[in-house]
């Protein structure tokens, strides 16, 4: 059973950084597109990051160019998102996706169960 579990989601105040990090078990993902999302209150699911199989490659939606990076360990079948200078419009709860076919926001076949962030002003 394939399973991806979130962590490091938590309270910060604007400006502050957090690390998310997203294990996987139950098969590997070093052969995938590994990416992040969120969904803030009474909005739709977003796209915030994807990174390669090899992790040579990344792209981020435009919101958080700049202020968030996205890295993965192969070794652990884990991913990681670092967000620096985090806004309030930062609050959302991000979600951990898996075995996507290509760089960005496009089909990804697992998802965890997401881990919230909230961002104070």
């Known amino acids: 059973q394939v399973q991806l579990v979130e962590s490091g989601g938590g309270l910060v105040q604007a400006g502050g950084s957090l690390r998310l990090s997203c294990a996987a078990s139950g098969r590997t993902f070093i052969y995938s597109v590994m990416g992040w999302f969120r969904q803030a209150p009474g909005k739709e699911r977003e796209f915030v990051a994807s990174i390669s199989r090899s992790g040579g490659s990344t792209n981020y939606a435009d919101s958080v160019k700049g202020r968030f990076s996205i890295s993965r360990d192969n070794a652990k079948n884990t991913v990681y998102l670092q967000m620096n200078s985090l806004k309030p419009e930062d609050t959302a709860v991000y979600y951990c996706?898996?075995?996507?076919?290509?760089?960005?926001?496009?089909?990804?076949?697992?998802w965890g169960q997401g881990t919230q962030v909230t961002v104070s002003s």
């Open positions: 996706a898996a075995d996507g076919k290509r760089l960005g926001p496009y089909q990804y076949d697992y």
